[in-house]
């Protein structure tokens, strides 16, 4: 039997593959204007109105120490997380995924330490996913 | 499995035959209370049959205390009734004394009402409640008509209907505005209710004869204006009892005589307090606000606003300081309170003939009159009621003083200037324009590039993590869809200090 939380959402972020549980994806949204909130996290791009919810756009990219993305050029992940809800930009989506329990590893010991929203490392056939904690972007 | 069965399954259906208690002890309590209000000869057939129902109920189902309780309560209505004792002093106390009692068994719970003990309310910790409101079904009922005919219009609109369907659009739009609004309005009879028991309380600690009158209880305000109002309330009515309800009623009727009245006004609740005390004297006002350095002997006054400096911080009109109201709290909380609120307070007084103060409150904090600025290519939002005018940079002239920031000089008083862009470190043209708001601390100019009008925008809170930045006391959505930031001008003064 399939359980939901072995189902990830593939997105991809820098030319790279990134995952994310299923479970907290609320919904995918094209990008909308973004009003940028002064003196408020780094990893902050803004506010954006979503059919009435005020919600913070995350970059995850600056969590990750990549360069800032561009709001307008991207879509708007919206995720929920213990009771917060927010959204996260990334270039694009791909599909959802499965992953048996089996293939999902901790994240690899890098030089310099592995990013903190990275939570595992999936294997999808010869392909390497990294499954991200967006909760965490939060707490950055 | 349990190691004591019985004792379980007895809890549980004690547990349910309180559920059932409650509900009706509740409505009973509910309408002893609006009866006591009143507490004329007309309310006790009502209080009667009220505690004589209950104490079928509690009876039937084994709340023996309770019982007790309704019974001893409806023994002494019935001397009442018969002629032979009147609703007042010892009797009328009782009342009050068994519904609060009740109260608290219910509180406590299923034992309470078999045993009659309480907890030490002191060491209870308070029943965490759900954040739930109540809403008349009629209302929902509403909602879902209306949501109905979203449904219709949204099929016309992709039919490609034109201009009728927008027509119908936008009034149903209108409604539903008002609909959903409508949900989160209560009528503030409960708070009346409360304060009509502190008089009673009041009236009787400081032994000094005091009735409250209260009228307007339908009228309806969002359920967290009402909640927010409790406490500066109270503290008014603490006040109108101890300072303003004099010892000796020279000339008078014997008994002190409060106010409370209500009344809807297109887009607000007026809410007054009054009392037929002694009055306050204004320059009995001014004399002490001078002692107490609040303003100095050359300031010139009218009686207004000597009157509106029992609102000053530091001020209070006590004498002596009483049990009442000697708690360090004075008017100017209360004022602190009401403008959080979005609303202002007045006070009028005549000197013999009483004081009234009046407060004006938005029906609901989730709209506010905003003025719509921009910085740069940023829009901002602030609060109309914190705005005292708006000006051209150039018309008044602008002093720099060596240890500190540039201060406008409007019409001789000095006002300390703050850039937008430079508080929000966000990028920015030349201001052209000030706007003059006050801030807790007093007024502030704050400069801006454009005043793009004043509207009426729907608050929204700003969530984790956006809720860090404490410049902003919300956000808006504007017309065009996007999100405005409503700026905290007392935080701008913060931030920029």
Not at chain 1, 22 to 42: C, D, F, K, M, N
Not at chain 2, 112 to 135: F, N, S
Not at chain 2, 140 to 145: E, F, G, M, N, S
Not at chain 2, 181 to 191: K, N
Request: contains cysteine; aromatic residues 2%.
């Amino acid at each position: 039997m399939q359980s939901l939380e072995s189902r990830y959402l593939r997105f991809e972020l820098a030319g790279q593959d990134w995952a994310v549980d299923i479970a907290q994806v609320l919904e995918i949204v094209p990008p909308l204007p973004v009003t940028p909130v002064p003196r408020s996290g780094e990893i902050v791009v803004g506010a954006f109105n979503l059919r009435g919810r005020v919600l913070p756009l995350l970059d995850p990219r600056r969590a990750l120490g990549l360069e800032a993305g561009d709001p307008q050029d991207g879509v708007f992940v919206v995720l929920t997380r213990e009771g917060s809800t927010y959204a996260v930009l990334v270039d694009c989506v791909h599909d959802v995924v499965c992953l048996p329990e089996e293939s999902l590893s901790p994240p690899p010991d890098l030089p310099g330490g592995a990013p903190e929203v990275l939570d595992k490392v999936g294997r999808d056939e010869e392909r390497l996913l990294f499954i991200v904690d967006l909760g965490r972007l939060l707490a950055a | 499995m349990s190691d004591h069965p019985e004792t379980t399954e007895i809890d549980e259906e004690l547990e349910e035959l309180l559920v059932e208690f409650r509900a009706e002890a509740e409505d009973g309590l509910a309408e002893v209370d609006e009866l006591l209000l009143a507490a004329s000869p007309d309310s006790v057939p009502g209080l009667f049959r009220v505690f004589h129902s209950l104490k079928g109920v509690a009876g039937m189902l084994g709340f023996d205390a309770a019982q007790a309780v309704c019974h001893t309560t409806e023994t002494e209505l019935a001397q009442v009734r018969d002629g032979e004792a009147k609703l007042e002093g010892e009797l009328l106390d009782g009342v009050f004394d068994a519904t609060s009692t009740l109260r608290q068994m219910l509180a406590a719970g299923a034992m309470a009402l078999v045993t009659g003990e309480l907890p030490d309310l002191e060491t209870q910790d308070a029943p965490a409640r759900p954040d739930a409101i109540r809403v008349d079904a009629e209302r929902v009922d509403t909602l879902v008509d209306l949501i109905g005919e979203l449904v219709v219009v949204e099929a016309m609109v992709s039919g490609g209907a034109g201009e009728e369907a927008l027509a119908r659009l936008s009034k149903l739009t209108r409604e539903l505005q008002r609909t959903g609004m409508a949900l989160r309005m209560v009528p503030v009879r409960s708070l009346f209710r409360r304060m009509a028991r502190l008089v009673r309380d009041l009236g009787a600690s400081t032994g000094k004869p005091v009735v409250l009158e209260t009228s307007g209880e339908h009228a309806e305000l969002d359920r967290g204006v009402v909640e927010r109002l409790a406490d500066p309330l109270l503290h008014m009515v603490r006040n109108a009892v101890d300072h303003g309800i004099e010892d000796d009623r020279a000339g008078k009727a014997p008994t002190g005589t409060l106010t409370l009245s209500a009344r809807s006004q297109p887009g607000c609740v007026v809410v007054e307090l009054s009392d037929d005390g002694k009055g306050i004297d204004p320059v009995a006002i001014r004399d002490k606000a001078i002692q107490k350095g609040i303003i100095n002997e050359n300031n010139v006054l009218t009686d207004t606003q000597c009157l509106e400096l029992v609102f000053a911080p530091g001020f209070s009109t006590a004498a002596a300081v009483t049990d009442l109201s000697g708690r360090g709290v004075g008017m100017d909380v209360v004022k602190q309170a009401v403008e959080d609120l979005r609303g202002h307070i007045r006070i009028e007084s005549t000197l013999g003939a009483g004081t009234r103060f009046r407060m004006v409150l938005p029906l609901t904090l989730s709209i506010v009159d905003g003025l719509l600025l921009r910085s740069g290519s940023d829009r901002y939002v602030l609060p109309c009621p914190t705005v005292r005018e708006t000006i051209g940079l150039g018309t008044h002239a602008i002093r720099r003083f060596a240890d500190g920031g540039p201060m406008l000089d409007l019409r001789g008083e000095l006002i300390p200037m703050l850039r937008l862009d430079g508080v929000l470190g966000r990028p920015a043209g030349d201001p052209r324009l000030a706007v003059v708001v006050d801030a807790l601390e007093g007024p502030v100019a704050i400069e801006v590039e454009e005043v793009l009008g004043q509207q009426q925008v729907v608050v929204k809170p700003l969530v984790d993590p956006l809720a860090d930045a404490r410049l902003f006391s919300g956000a808006a959505v504007l017309g065009d869809g996007r999100v405005g930031l409503i700026l905290n001008a007392d935080a701008l003064v913060g931030a920029a200090a």
